[in-house]
């Protein structure tokens, strides 16, 4: 978010610095193409709405020590969309394979990152264009500047992280995933785009993103 230098650096809206020769760069480009074809204005905006507790199908919610409310935030209560993609990835996935396609892999992490992925379908904490700007910085090859210029691209919702993390575990347990090859392949994507990637943890994944996609995967297990 601040370039691994937070004494020099500060992003106080969750927004990245476009201004003088900075708006230049690949991802305050992406910004201004994204501002203009959806008419927003230069000025940032900021999205603080508190969400609403996510509602499980059995009636239950999902405890967050760090949530003001001690619940597990989310835009929306109903995470049962989420749950029915994650079948659909699955059922194709499986049919790919069965009829020895080479593109059976290719395809599940294709869906994963456009379902759950960073600025994916349901990475509910952030909002923003993703398969354009995904290509193009894929297209470039694996380098320390891609997390940034992905990141840059969209708008920060910051108290909507734990959800997203839930919903990894949860699309990707009703995908027919199991809880290893979740974890491990989301340390695969925070590698290449999360700021919060841990090389040295377990699946190189920040605790409190490993603790929320365990609970989405289990909430998927016992009550969808």
């Not at 990707?172 to 990637?197: H, I, V």
């Amino acid at each position: 978010m601040v370039r691994d230098n937070p004494e020099t650096f500060a992003d106080l809206d969750g927004h990245i610095d476009c201004s003088g020769q900075k708006a230049k760069g690949i991802g305050c480009q992406y910004i201004a193409k994204w501002n203009a074809q959806f008419g927003i204005g230069p000025t940032p905006r900021v999205n603080n709405a508190p969400g609403v507790p996510v509602t499980l199908p059995n009636g239950s919610h999902v405890p967050d020590r760090k949530s003001p409310t001690g619940l597990l935030m989310s835009p929306t209560a109903d995470l049962s969309d989420v749950a029915a993609a994650g079948r659909d990835a699955g059922a194709t996935y499986r049919a790919l394979l069965a009829a020895g396609d080479d593109n059976a892999l290719m395809y599940l992490f294709a869906v994963l990152g456009a379902a759950v992925g960073t600025g994916g379908a349901f990475d509910y904490q952030r909002e923003g264009p993703q398969s354009a700007i995904l290509a193009d910085i894929l297209s470039r090859g694996n380098d320390d500047s891609l997390a940034a210029d992905l990141l840059g691209t969209f708008q920060e919702l910051p108290q909507f992280r734990d959800v997203s993390n839930f919903n990894v575990g949860l699309f990707s347990q009703q995908a027919g995933l199991t809880l290893d090859e979740t974890l491990s392949t989301a340390g695969r994507y925070a590698a290449t785009f999360s700021a919060n990637a841990r090389p040295a943890n377990p699946n190189g994944l920040d605790p409190q993103t490993a603790q929320f996609i365990k609970a989405g995967y289990k909430a998927g297990e016992a009550a969808f």
